[in-house]
Every structure is written in structure tokens, then in C-alpha cells.
């Protein structure tokens, strides 16, 4: 089983910047692609970002590509999300979530995604 922590919200100006925790249970993280979600009140949770086993392919939204950065270090079982840019419609829960370490590509829906975190807010304001 793995745990994921998410870290890191809070509440930031419009054009601001945030980054955000993953922490992962254990000390095989790398056996898992991770990725992260959001979900706004009223609205379905969306794919935002993901990130291979390795950290060697990333892949993102259109609404957040060329603002935010995924990246991952194993060593620490912690993956990360820098947030920069931000607008008043990336306000949301974000989550993180890893696969269930089995498959052979980094999945981009959340249907490939096993383990979730608690989520954390995070708000932003013009």
C-alpha cells in the first residue's frame, strides 16, 4: 500500500507562485508514476500534470503548460509540483496520486491512477 501527503497549499496572489509536496510512505516511490489533480467546487476532478517512474517524461494540461513544472525525487519518496502564474481559475483541492506500479506507460486520466492523497487547497486571488 502507499500513502501520499500532499503539502504546501495556501492562499496566493494572482501571478504569484506556489509549490507544492507529495510525500510518499515506504522507500520504493520509483516503482510508481505519479501525477496531480485538481477539483474546483462543483466540478469534476481534472488531470493536471504527470510524471514517469523515473522523472525522464512529464506531461501536462493545456490549462497549466508552460506555468507549472512537475518533478519527482525518489530518494526523498517526494514528488512536487511548482505552480507559477497563477490565475484566479487554478484555485482548487489538488491532489497527488501514483499508478499501481504495473504498467508499462505513464498514464495521463485518472482511471490510471490507484493511490490518492488527502488533497490541499489551494486559493487564488486577484
Known amino acids: 500500500q502507499v500513502q501520499l501527503v500532499e503539502s504546501g497549499g495556501g492562499l496566493v496572489q494572482a501571478g504569484g507562485s506556489l509549490r507544492l509536496s507529495c510525500a510518499a510512505s515506504?522507500?520504493?516511490?520509483?516503482?510508481?508514476?505519479m501525477g496531480w489533480f485538481r477539483q474546483a467546487p462543483g466540478k469534476e476532478r481534472e488531470f493536471v500534470a504527470t510524471?514517469?517512474?523515473?522523472?525522464?517524461?512529464?506531461y501536462y494540461a493545456d490549462s497549466v503548460k508552460g506555468r507549472f513544472t512537475i518533478s519527482r525525487d525518489n530518494a526523498k519518496n517526494t514528488g512536487y509540483l511548482q505552480m507559477n502564474s497563477l490565475k484566479t481559475e487554478d484555485t482548487a483541492v489538488y491532489y497527488c496520486?501514483?499508478?499501481?506500479?504495473?504498467?508499462?506507460?505513464?498514464?495521463?486520466?485518472?482511471?490510471?491512477?490507484?493511490?490518492w492523497g488527502q488533497g490541499t487547497q489551494v486559493t487564488v486571488s486577484s
Open positions: 515506504g522507500r520504493t516511490f520509483s516503482r510508481y508514476a
Open positions: 510524471i514517469s517512474r523515473t522523472g525522464g517524461w512529464t
Open positions: 496520486a501514483t499508478d499501481s506500479g504495473g504498467n508499462a506507460f505513464t498514464p495521463r486520466s485518472a482511471p490510471g491512477y490507484e493511490y
